[in-house]
């Protein structure tokens, strides 16, 4: 029998982008000061908006065309989350394992991502 969901906190794909954006947090700490406005920020920014947007879709779920725009959302986010991950490790701010860990997890959110897409029906169902 599947699990209940009874909140966006119950989703194991929030939890996960959850964890994750904790993880960026506690590194970006480390980064140069000379990055506060810049990298720091937008890093941050973008890995609290993939859970942010999963929120949304969340509370959006009684109309799927919206539910699939937050998705959508949420995964243009992680890819942006991605990419500063890139500039963190080509500046040395995080080391390779660090680096393919959290790369790892937002391959492993997008993929949730889409099964949710896939199977809005599932989750937009009319109560």
């Known amino acids: 029998m599947a699990e209940k969901i009874g909140s966006t906190g119950d989703l194991i ?4 982008a959850f964890d994750t954006a904790m993880k960026i947090f506690e590194i970006s700490k480390t980064f140069p000061k000379e990055e506060q ?4 920020d937008q890093i941050r920014r973008s890995s609290r908006s993939v859970c942010a947007n999963i929120s ?26 991605q990419t500063w991950l890139e500039f963190s490790l080509a500046c040395n701010y ?3 394992q660090d680096f393919a860990m959290m790369f790892k997890r937002y391959e492993e959110i ?8 896939v199977k809005a029906d599932t989750f937009c169902k009319q109560k």
């Open 37 to 40: 406005y810049s990298l720091t």
């Open 13 to 16: 794909v929030y939890k996960k």
């Open 110 to 117: 997008f993929a949730m991502l889409y099964k949710m897409g």
């Open 56 to 81: 949304e879709a969340w509370r959006k779920r009684k109309y799927k065309a919206v539910f699939l725009n937050k998705l959508s959302d949420s995964e243009q986010e992680a890819a942006e989350t």
């Open 94 to 96: 995080i080391d390779k």
